[in-house]
């Protein structure tokens, strides 16, 4: 069966604390796997996609990476506004094709 | 339109009463998909659509839920007879086809069930 479990649960950093969140999955025929951010009150904001293990992508703050087994979300020197709930989905290309299987999230907080 | 519209965004009805929420995915977004999110909790998968394939319905909780894509773009979720559980975000999402290509979400409806 299709899995995601993201770690930690929460994170508190300060200001320039550098982190990395953890989402370790197991996917039949992996499509793709997604990185989200969602704020209070508001639907997932697409961050980053994956495909292959060894790919890494980056914007602004944020690096994410891919293994066979996990994803990392690096978080370089992070300011309040990345304070939010960071999800990790993948698509799997079995019998479950299109589905995305959502982790349950890390909520980040960032103070100054 | 420029990103997925869902409406209302905001409903609260009593208990036992139907109500239809409306999903406009990207245009030329093949796929749709619906989820819930309750508070504190995961997004739960609820059902996809791919073009004209059938819909994959295996998350619908119970016969209570059902959801329809005319035209292959406008999608419409519909609970009947709600429950307090149903009370929930429900949210809708759209991408190019199911192939790994970004899946963008909407904003989301709020329903409260009272």
């Known amino acids: 069966e299709d899995q995601v479990t993201q770690s930690p649960e929460a994170l508190r950093l300060q200001e320039g604390e550098s982190s990395s969140l953890n989402c370790s999955y197991t996917v039949s025929g992996l499509r793709g796997l997604f990185w989200y951010r969602q704020d209070p009150g508001k639907g997932p904001e697409f961050l980053f996609t994956?495909?292959?293990a060894g790919e890494e992508k980056e914007k602004e703050r944020l690096k994410a990476t891919l293994t066979k087994k996990e994803s990392f979300l690096h978080i370089t020197a992070p300011k309040p506004e990345d304070s939010a709930t960071y999800l990790c989905a993948v698509q799997g290309g079995g019998s479950t094709l299109g589905r995305l299987y959502f982790g349950r999230g890390t909520q980040l907080t960032v103070w100054p | 339109g420029a990103g997925v519209s869902q409406s209302p965004s905001n409903k609260v009805t009593e208990k036992g009463k139907d109500v239809e929420l409306r999903c406009d995915p990207i245009?030329?977004?093949?796929?749709l998909y619906w989820y819930r999110q309750s508070l504190g909790q995961g997004l739960e998968f609820l059902i996809y659509f791919q073009g004209n394939s059938a819909p994959d319905k295996s998350g619908l909780p119970s016969d209570r839920f059902s959801a329809e894509r005319t035209g292959g773009s406008v999608s419409t979720l519909t609970i009947q007879r709600t429950q307090q559980e149903d009370s929930a975000v429900y949210l809708c999402?759209?991408?190019?086809?199911?192939?790994?290509?970004?899946?963008?979400f909407g904003e989301g409806s709020w329903l409260t069930v009272v």
């Open positions: 994956l495909y292959s």
């Open positions: 999402a759209s991408s190019l086809d199911s192939s790994g290509n970004t899946i963008y």
């Open positions: 245009s030329g977004h093949t796929a």
